[in-house]
């Protein structure tokens, strides 16, 4: 089989697998190549597959996403996703991805805070021009 997971910036992985293992809404899922055609919600979790060439496990850590396998193909799309070699190593790299979206979510909500703040206080600087 064919696996290529879809980020919206670059093509995460594009390689030959003998085995894919996901996780959707009512668990966890093997493709095999001769599984029937398949479409599933993807929960955020791990994805793991053994490469053809030289039948090593890799593993990525998804987000939400979608599973299509047609034929011989199997397309993931993701919003989001990391790839390591072991558990351990994608587990921090985890780690430190949320770290850094949890403080740009941060930065965000106070500028957005701002934002409001100043409308409100603009509008009410109106209305007191507009009665005076």
């Known amino acids: 089989m064919r696996l290529k997971i879809l980020l919206p910036t670059e093509i995460l992985v594009d390689e030959d697998a003998d085995k894919i293992v996901a996780e959707a809404e009512n668990g966890s899922f093997c493709l095999l190549p001769r599984h029937v055609d398949f479409v599933a919600p993807l929960v955020p979790g791990l994805l793991s597959y053994v ?8 593993f990525v850590a998804v987000d939400v996403g979608i599973l299509v396998k047609r034929g ?10 990391a790839r390591g070699a072991d ?3 994608l587990r ?5 991805r949320f770290r850094d979206l949890a403080d740009r979510e941060r930065l965000t909500r106070t500028a957005l805070a701002r934002i409001e703040s100043n409308i409100v206080r603009r509008f009410m600087e ?3 021009a507009w009665n005076d």
């Open 51 to 58: 490469a053809s060439d030289d039948g090593r496990e890799e």
């Open 72 to 81: 011989a193909e199997v397309m993931v799309s993701t919003s989001n996703a």
């Open 87 to 89: 558990l351990g190593q």
């Open 92 to 96: 921090e790299t985890v780690a430190g």
């Open 126 to 128: 109106l209305g007191e």
